[in-house]
């Protein structure tokens, strides 16, 4: 990694501060940067217009997704945040940070917590997205997991007050969880995670009977999302064989969507793209995927921001059609924090994804993989390759009381810090933080200040769409 980018560790390779030193450089950013500082936020005169931010992204897009992308985001001020994250990286920027990097989410927003199975089938709470993934001030994770907070919470109709202890819980539990690392050893810090006993005794402590039986219906039924499922779930046997099942505009499989002598060409693109994707994997499972044959591909829209980056999901089988594998190909840009933290150190977006993921993940896929290829149309593109569903679960804001967001926020902070305790100096951020509550109610006072301007630019998405200025359709 380039200076520049590298977050703040431990080097092997050189002189070590020792912790009294790593904890006096934390407490001294406070004189430059105040935790209270952090409460701040005014939007620069000359921040662009939100539409042309979503806009110049939409640019390099698969162009007749786009509309898409756009209904998704004119549904809600919540569905508009979750793909706002360019937005919000150059109003990031803008604010005070300690000086202390860290490897970062980049859209650390509430649904990008969630449940993945290890590969050890354990059932693991983790962060899921890593499209932005990138060093950077560790305060931007913090502060958009905080504005996600305050944005659902309002969807749901909470009150000031709960909307503010959800957010002071979060922060608190990022805090507090930075303190516990910090006195850790480096090898008990990489192997922190919360698995599926943590979450029931989490849940039986801190939620009513509902609460605790939303909480098992949702580990039992991430067990069952797995590639058996979304086979069952995604495909249809087709003159004896089986072959992805047409879902419009969402789901096309590659036989709808071009004349047959481009079709094969694209055909014959995504096979090169799995064939040299191996070559990131380790060698076990490496072999292990080559025991697999593909059958089938179809492209595939995908969550919010994402919409309209080239994403295929590839059939394979195993031992016979009882044995499928589904594997998601999605293209990886830049991220959205680079022209803020600085580029990508790797020569690809796609490993910049995976490695980020690595890092900041207590355990990752075993399909986790990336290639960099020169489409059909001349262009070179990167990709990230990882299973299409691997015992993944989430938990919807919308269903849950202030009790239950408030839970989810604590488990969504705790997680945060692991992650960044992995990558940056976790007894710097902690002595920063300190003890007391400065912070926490600091990141409150941005986080309901941010949601305005997040609504503001949510109104201004619906206004384009009604002047004609961009189409959109729902899907």
């Given at each position: 990694?380039?200076?520049?980018?590298?977050?703040?560790?431990?080097?092997?390779?050189?002189?070590?501060?020792?912790?009294?030193?790593?904890?006096?450089?934390?407490?001294?950013?406070?004189?430059?940067?105040?935790?209270?500082?952090?409460?701040?936020?005014?939007p620069s005169p000359a921040r662009p217009d939100p539409v042309d931010v979503i806009e110049e992204q939409s640019a390099t897009r698969v162009p007749e997704l786009v509309p898409i992308r756009y209904g998704r985001m004119a549904q809600s001020p919540f569905r508009f945040y979750r793909g706002a994250a360019a937005i919000m990286a150059g109003d990031l920027a803008g604010t005070p940070d300690s000086g202390l990097r860290v490897q970062l989410c980049g859209d650390a927003h509430l649904m990008n917590f969630r449940l993945l199975g290890s590969p050890e089938r354990n059932l693991l709470f983790d962060i899921n997205d890593f499209d932005e993934t990138l060093p950077g001030p560790w305060e931007w994770d913090v502060k958009r997991l905080a504005v996600s907070l305050v944005v659902a919470g309002r969807e749901n109709s909470f009150t000031d007050s709960e909307r503010a202890a959800i957010v002071r819980s979060a922060v608190r539990s990022y805090r507090e969880q930075m303190h516990r690392f910090a006195a850790q050893r480096h090898l008990d810090v990489w192997y922190a995670r919360i698995d599926e006993d943590q979450l029931r005794a989490l849940a039986a402590g801190a939620l009513h009977t509902r609460g605790r039986a939303r909480v098992s219906t949702e580990l039992r039924?991430?067990?069952?999302?797995?590639?058996?499922?979304?086979?069952g779930k995604l495909t249809e046997v087709v003159d004896g064989e089986r072959r992805f099942a047409a879902v419009p505009r969402l789901i096309t499989p590659l036989s709808h969507l071009l004349p047959d002598r481009e079709r094969a060409a694209l055909k014959e693109e995504i096979g090169d793209l799995l064939r040299q994707?191996?070559?990131?994997?380790?060698?076990?499972r490496r072999h292990l995927l080559e025991q697999f044959t593909v059958i089938d591909m179809a492209r595939k829209v995908v969550?919010?921001?994402?919409?309209?980056?080239?994403?295929?999901?590839?059939?394979?089988?195993?031992?016979?059609?009882?044995?499928?594998?589904?594997?998601?190909?999605?293209?990886?840009?830049?991220?959205?924090?680079?022209?803020?933290?600085?580029?990508?150190?790797?020569?690809?977006?796609?490993?910049?994804?995976?490695?980020?993921?690595r890092l900041m993940q207590a355990?990752?896929?075993?399909?986790?993989?990336?290639?960099?290829?020169?489409?059909?149309?001349?262009?070179?593109?990167?990709?990230?390759?990882?299973?299409?569903?691997?015992?993944?679960?989430?938990?919807?804001?919308?269903?849950?009381?202030?009790?239950?967001?408030?839970?989810?926020?604590?488990?969504?902070?705790?997680?945060?810090?692991?992650?960044?305790?992995?990558?940056?100096?976790?007894?710097?951020?902690?002595?920063y933080l300190g003890?007391?509550?400065?912070?926490?109610?600091?990141?409150?006072?941005?986080?309901?200040?941010?949601?305005?301007r997040n609504e503001r630019d949510h109104r201004a998405l619906t206004a384009a769409i009604a002047a004609g200025r961009v189409s959109a359709v729902a899907a």
């Open positions: 990694m380039t200076k520049r980018e590298a977050p703040e560790t431990d080097r092997a390779d050189g002189p070590r501060p020792s912790a009294r030193e790593r904890a006096d450089r934390g407490r001294a950013a406070r004189k430059r940067t105040p935790r209270s500082a952090h409460a701040e936020f005014g039924k991430a067990r069952g999302r797995d590639s058996l499922q979304a086979a994707y191996r070559h990131s994997l380790s060698t076990d969550g919010v921001g994402s919409v309209g980056m080239r994403c295929w999901v590839v059939l394979l089988t195993g031992r016979d059609d009882a044995d499928p594998l589904l594997l998601q190909a999605k293209e990886a840009g830049e991220s959205v924090l680079a022209p803020h933290a600085g580029a990508s150190a790797y020569p690809t977006q796609g490993e910049r994804v995976v490695a980020g993921q355990a990752g896929d075993i399909f986790l993989g990336w290639q960099r290829l020169r489409g059909i149309d001349g262009r070179e593109r990167d990709f990230y390759v990882r299973q299409l569903r691997d015992w993944k679960g989430v938990l919807d804001p919308s269903q849950m009381e202030p009790r239950g967001m408030r839970v989810f926020a604590d488990l969504c902070g705790l997680t945060l810090a692991r992650a960044h305790a992995r990558s940056g100096d976790r007894i710097a951020i902690a002595a003890r007391g509550d400065v912070f926490d109610r600091a990141v409150q006072r941005f986080a309901e200040t941010y949601a305005d």
